[in-house]
C-alpha cells in the first residue's frame, strides 16, 4: 500500500502501517524502535483501516467549512463554470477602473426643471385688489387693498370674483389667473392690480411613503424641489442612504432609483402628483471559512474594499488560514477583468505577497459578493491526525509501545 497523496496525513498512516520497513513503528523523532507483540499488529491493523477509510471517501470525509483551495482551482482550469481572475498589481488597476454594473435599472427620467404650480379645481385662491386712490371700488395700496376672500375653484375650473364675474383658472399658474382678473375688471375699476395666492393646495402635492419617519402627502408649495428634498421634508430615512432605494412613480411609469444616486449628484426635479416609495435594500457580503466571524455583513458605506471586508470579519484565522487561498466568489460580474461576461467570477488573492494588502485596498466588494478563505494543509492534515489519536488513545493497548 503507497500512500494517497489526495488524503491529508495519509503518508503518516502509511508509516504507521509498516510502510517502508515492517519491523519498526514510527517515533515522532528520528529514532525507531522495533515493535513487537500484538499491540503492535493490532495498531497496524486500525491504522491501516482508517487510511483505507479515508483513501476510499478523499477529503469529504474531513469536516470543513468549505471547499479546499485544490478544489476552486485545479490544475486544468479550462473546463469550470466560473472564470478565475488573480488580484495582483498588473490586475487590480483594470479591475477597478471598470464601471460597476448597476444595482438597479438605470433607466430613470430626466432631471427636468422645477415644477410650475399651477390651479386646479378643488383648490382654494386668496385674492387681494388695489387701486391707487381712495373713492373707489377697492382701497389703496396704503390700506392694505380690498380682499376678497377666499374662493373655492369649482369643479368647472372657475371662480367667482367680484365685479369681474366667473373667471377660468384651472390650469392656469398664479400670474396667469392675477392677468385674467385684472383684464376682466378692465373699465371697472381704476388701474387695478391684483395679487393671488394659493391658500389651500389640492392638486401641487406629491405623496412620500415607506421607510421614511413621516409618510404622507405634501404640497409643492412648501419648498421640496427635488426627490431628496421630499425625502428630507418626510423626516428622512432611519438607514444609510445606500441601504434605500426610490421607486419613483410618474405618470404611469415607474422607476427604482438608487438614493445614494440622489445624494451623488443625479437628483431629480419633483413634479405634480409624483409618488415617491422609500424602500430598504440592504446590501451585505458573506464570509465564510477561516475568518475569525462568518456571517453575512452588512455594506454600510457608498464603498468597502475587500481589505475592509476582512476587518469587519476580525481578518485571518492564525491558526486555520490559508494565506494564499483567499477568494472572492461573485455570481455575475461584467466588469471581470479581460472581457465581459455573464459567468460567474472567482478572484483569488495570495496573502503572502506584501503587495496583496495594496490591493486589497483597491478591490470594491460588490453586494452578495462571498469572501472565502481555505484552510491550510496543515490544519487538515492535523486534523486527521486528531481523529487517529483519539482512536488510538482509546483502541490501542499501552503495551504496544514501549
Known amino acids: 500500500m503507497r500512500p494517497n497523496k489526495q488524503v491529508p496525513g495519509s503518508r503518516f498512516f502509511w508509516l504507521l502501517c509498516g510502510g517502508g520497513r515492517s519491523e519498526y513503528a514510527l517515533d515522532q523523532g528520528r529514532n525507531r524502535v522495533p515493535s513487537t507483540g500484538s499491540g503492535s499488529r493490532t495498531s497496524r491493523i486500525v491504522a491501516l483501516a482508517l487510511a483505507a477509510l479515508l483513501a476510499a471517501c478523499g477529503d469529504d470525509t474531513i469536516p470543513a ?21 488573480d488580484l495582483s498589481p498588473q490586475t487590480i488597476g483594470a479591475i477597478s477602473s471598470a464601471p460597476a454594473a448597476p444595482a438597479v435599472s438605470a433607466a430613470r427620467p430626466a432631471r427636468g426643471t422645477a415644477p410650475s404650480i399651477v390651479v386646479a379645481p378643488g383648490d382654494v385662491l386668496r385674492v387681494r385688489i388695489f387701486e391707487p386712490f381712495d373713492g373707489s371700488i377697492f382701497a389703496p395700496l396704503q390700506k392694505g387693498g380690498s380682499e376678497v ?72 408649495l412648501e419648498g421640496a424641489r427635488t426627490l431628496a428634498d421630499a425625502i428630507n421634508r418626510a423626516g428622512g430615512t432611519a438607514r444609510a442612504p445606500n441601504q434605500h432605494d426610490v421607486i419613483l412613480k410618474r405618470r404611469g411609469v415607474e422607476y427604482r432609483i438608487p438614493m445614494s444616486d440622489l ?54 484565522s492564525d491558526e486555520r488560514a490559508n494565506k494564499t487561498g483567499v477568494f472572492v466568489f461573485r455570481p455575475q460580474d461584467s466588469t471581470a477583468f479581460a472581457k465581459p461576461s455573464d459567468r460567474p467570477v472567482v478572484y483569488r488573492l495570495d496573502f503572502a505577497k506584501p503587495t496583496s494588502v495594496f490591493v486589497a485596498q483597491q478591490f470594491a466588494m ?11 494543509p496543515l490544519y487538515e492534515a492535523n486534523k486527521v491526525i486528531t481523529v487517529f489519536g483519539t482512536l488510538f488513545n482509546l483502541g490501542f493497548p499501552r503495551a504496544a509501545v514501549r
Open 65 to 85: 467549512a468549505g471547499p479546499d483551495m485544490n478544489a476552486v482551482v485545479p490544475g486544468n482550469p479550462n473546463n469550470l463554470p466560473f472564470d478565475i481572475v
Open 149 to 220: 376672500g377666499l374662493l373655492r375653484v369649482s369643479e368647472n375650473g372657475t371662480i367667482t370674483v367680484p365685479f369681474a364675474g366667473s373667471v377660468p383658472v384651472a390650469g392656469a399658474s398664479l400670474q396667469a389667473v392675477e392677468e385674467r382678473i385684472v383684464a376682466r375688471l378692465t373699465g371697472r375699476a381704476f388701474q387695478p392690480q391684483v395679487v393671488v395666492e394659493l391658500a389651500v393646495d389640492r392638486s401641487n402635492t406629491y405623496a412620500v411613503s415607506g421607510d421614511v419617519k413621516q409618510p404622507g402627502r405634501y404640497s409643492l
Open 263 to 316: 445624494l451623488a449628484g443625479g437628483d431629480i426635479m419633483l413634479q405634480r402628483d409624483d409618488t415617491l416609495v422609500v424602500t430598504t435594500n440592504i446590501k451585505a457580503f458573506t464570509a465564510l471559512g477561516a475568518v475569525l466571524k462568518s456571517g453575512n455583513i452588512e455594506i454600510n458605506r457608498t464603498k468597502v474594499s475587500l481589505l475592509e471586508a476582512l476587518g469587519e470579519v476580525g481578518g485571518l
Open 366 to 376: 460588490h453586494p452578495r459578493d462571498v469572501v472565502y478563505v481555505s484552510n491550510s
